[in-house]
């Protein structure tokens, strides 16, 4: 709170709402009456679930959801199997919710409340009736009166508290919108067109994600899928079609830094800097994608990128396919590399998704400084490729969606 009041200082006046967002699928226990936290937030990355044999498994099959480690419900289940459920847990007096709900409910000094995008991130959502599964939850141990309210993303939440507004620099009453996921913002910021547009996001992991008209819209063959994507709410009764690889990024600093090590290990003397290296990679990249059009090349090897498993299945590891005396070069393994991450993401999508979708448009750290990964990614989806021009899209998002919800322009 007091790096935002550093960042609003001299612009306090012009602040008309307040949007929040974050990391999705972590969880935090308050005292529903005071706010007060109990408990360490444990985040997304988590590992206690699948760190135990059958847990996972045996908890899916109790609720007939699909969980993953680190979403919060999971590990709502894990508590209670290992007695570490917080007192008061039964009877409502404590209440689990991400770290951005506890923070929105200490800005308004109200109720906790989540938004259909966040719970659906906690797990044990019931996206047809929008609100909990509680018969899941009993199944899971975890009891429904722990979970909070559930409302659609946008709804207001409140107004800023005098004790809030004080340390913020400012004024008590300003509107405050109800925290959503960091995706979801992230979407609202990065597209132009939801109807027509893919929205690619390369970071350390990499997100693909279009977005539906209505969770009613949604073909049943898609609905049947499975376990490589999923469909997450968005703003307006909407759904997002997503899939997701953990390595992305990931992928291309592992590519870049082994060839700092073999470099290493083979006595090279003094190497250039980490930027050089990426830079020549991608320059290398580039150039073998170009001689392979031109036929001067053989096709590069086919990558893998599943380097630390998914989260669907998390036994998977990465693989070269096809590769022969000709293709083992720096620039062929470049171009393997970049091509394996776009081609593990649009694999996970399931086709329907992409009828009628007429560009990708491509954010995150990763998209924004390699070329290379941003030709793949285009020649993959086989679709024009747009660098979205705003920065900290999941920030801009959520004053997008404040701003909407409360009508200002």
Do not use: K
Not at 159 to 186: E, I, K, S, Y
Request: proline letters at 5%.
């Amino acid at each position: 709170m007091d790096l935002v009041a550093e960042l609003v200082r001299g612009t306090e006046e012009e602040v008309a709402c307040v949007g929040v967002t974050g990391q999705m699928h972590g969880v935090v226990v308050l005292a529903r009456d005071t706010g007060a936290v109990l408990t360490p937030l444990v985040t997304w990355q988590d590992q206690r679930c699948a760190e135990e044999p059958g847990f996972l498994a045996r908890l899916c099959r109790a609720t007939g959801h699909d969980l993953c480690t680190g979403f919060g419900c999971a590990t709502l289940a894990w508590a209670r199997a290992h007695d570490a459920m917080p007192a008061g847990a039964e009877t409502g007096a404590v209440v689990a919710c991400t770290v951005m709900d506890a923070l929105v409910a200490r800005l308004c000094g109200g109720e906790v409340v989540m938004d259909d995008a966040n719970a659906a991130s906690f797990g044990l959502y019931d996206g047809r009736a929008r609100d909990w599964d509680c018969s899941a939850a009993l199944a899971a141990g975890v009891p429904p009166a722990l979970l909070p309210r559930v409302v659609s993303a946008g709804t207001p939440a409140g107004t800023l508290a005098p004790p809030a507004a004080a340390r913020l620099g400012l004024r008590a009453g300003t509107p405050v919108c109800t925290a959503t996921g960091d995706f979801q913002a992230a979407l609202l910021a990065s597209l132009a067109n939801v109807d027509s547009d893919v929205a690619l996001n390369l970071g350390t992991g990499g997100q693909v994600a279009v977005v539906l008209p209505s969770s009613t819209q949604v073909p049943a063959h898609m609905r049947e899928s499975g376990r490589a994507y999923e469909f997450r709410p968005f703003p307006r009764h909407r759904v997002a079609v997503t899939a997701a690889t953990l390595c992305a990024g990931a992928a291309w600093a592992w590519l870049a830094s082994s060839a700092r090590s073999w470099a290493l290990a083979l006595g090279a003397g003094s190497l250039p800097e980490e930027a050089h290296i990426y830079a020549r990679l991608d320059t290398l990249g580039l150039a073998y994608l170009d001689d392979w059009a031109a036929g001067r090349v053989s096709q590069p090897p086919y990558f893998g990128v599943h380097l630390l498993g998914e989260r669907h299945d998390p036994s998977m590891r990465g693989r070269i396919d096809g590769i022969s005396l000709e293709n083992a070069g720096p620039g062929a393994m470049a171009a393997a590399v970049a091509r394996g991450i776009a081609r593990a993401l649009r694999e996970q999508l399931p086709p329907a998704a992409l009828e009628g979708r007429t560009r990708v448009v491509a954010s995150g750290g990763a998209a924004r400084r390699s070329a290379l990964l941003r030709r793949a990614a285009a020649e993959e989806f086989g679709l024009p490729l747009h660098l979205c021009g705003v920065g900290e899209e999941a920030a801009v998002g959520a004053a997008l969606l404040a701003e909407q919800m409360f009508g200002i322009d």
